[in-house]
């Protein structure tokens, strides 16, 4: 299916088209580009002006670009705009506003990811549903997303997230979502921030956007609630909780049961269970809010709780993989995309709470962007309760030097300054029967890790389940 012709385009840029053309989809990266795409030229690391004419020697549709670049023929099929990213920007709104999709929106300090793809699996099972793919939630991802949509979706989950003060809102409007979803605010991005209200604000400006009667899902169980309330009230709005504490969606109980959880809840005063194939209290936390929002978009709830049943963790966020050795296995828990205190917390309960009978044992790296008390968050993590649960721990970074000076000396494990050094010892700091947990920001390459324990097996694990 088109889903651009080069008039479209240009209408919805205020572009010039050098000859006809369509598109199928939309790219910003001549790796993963696919024939027909429209090659977005975007400046970030690489100005990527430089790779337009390998995009449309690779097959793509046409190319959005500010200027001719080197190398490409006369008469090639471009759009030529005066900003690139702004033109994204209009093609992401342009689409928005012939599409008749109800859209939700999420933001959050922790679990955007795992939200979003929750209500992908509830949703894809009612009808057409689009979602931002990885973790495509910053100032160009967002209007990519939304530039990528068809036109025939009836259900959009764009996520939305921000690094700095202001970012927030411009993407909100640009979604126009039906619903928002906060889905808890934590120490993340301190060192943009004075503190945590300030964090909460900024996630609940994402109500900016929101569309005429349009729903807020907000997160009762966290202590800027009442920051979060503020902001719903001046929009003059009731929000929708969910929580242990909240009257609306609300958590009763949650029991690990194997590799999965179980959670008795109350939907608006109606008792169900929900299934999750991962461990952990934040998934169910943010499955509960993601059953609000499925509700909040008219969807079937019921229907909704099955297809969830069905969902798992994605590579890097709680993913767990039982990797066969030659003389037994050793369970992976890959969460390595990204850290906070909060997250870091989550993923060592779910270390603590999954079954076997090996050790348990974490590969930690620095979490970033926490500001001046950045030392101090990561020494205490020593005193989180589920750190008496594991049995070694391994620290990886230089900021992560301060949790190993906090540890007890029977829970220390190596300190390494890279995730290669790391990797290169794992022979002997993980042994068979172990329950690895790897866990750090981006930056800290702690995928190294994950790549280094699936090769003391042989080759790719055999067996993928999730927690």
Known sequence: MTLWTAQEAAEATGGQVSSDWTADGVSIDTRTLQQGDLFVALKAARDGHDFVAQALENGAGAALVSRIPEGVPEGAPLLIVEDVQKGLEALGQASRARCNAKVVAVTGSVGKTSTKEMLARMLSDQGRTHAAVASYNNHWGVPLTLARMPRDTEYAVIEIGMNHPGEIAPLARQARP??????????????????????AREKASILDGLEPGGVAVLNGDIAEADVLADVAEKHGMMPVWFGEKSSHYKILSIEPHGGESIAQVTMNG???????????????????????????????????????????????????EVVKTSTGQITLLDDSYNANPTSMGAALAVLAATEGKGRRVAFLGDMKELGPGEEALH?????????????QVHCVGPLMRALYDALPADKRGRCYETSAQAAAELPETVETGDIVLVKGSLSMALAKVVDGIRELGHGAPSETKTT
Do not use: Y
Not at 184 to 199: M, P, R, W
Not at 272 to 286: C, D, P, T, V, Y
């Open 178 to 199: 039906h619903v928002a979803m906060v889905t808890t605010v934590a120490a993340v991005h301190l060192e943009a921030f004075e503190d945590v209200a300030g964090i």
């Open 379 to 391: 020494a205490g993590m020593a005193d989180h309760l589920a750190v008496t649960k594991t049995d």
């Open 270 to 320: 109606r008792v169900k269970e929900l299934r999750i194939q991962s461990l952990g209290q934040h998934f169910a936390m943010n499955a509960l809010g993601a059953l609000a929002c499925v509700t909040a978009l008219g969807a079937d709830p019921d229907r909704a709780i099955a297809s969830l049943s069905l969902w798992s963790p994605v590579k890097g966020r709680g993913a767990r």
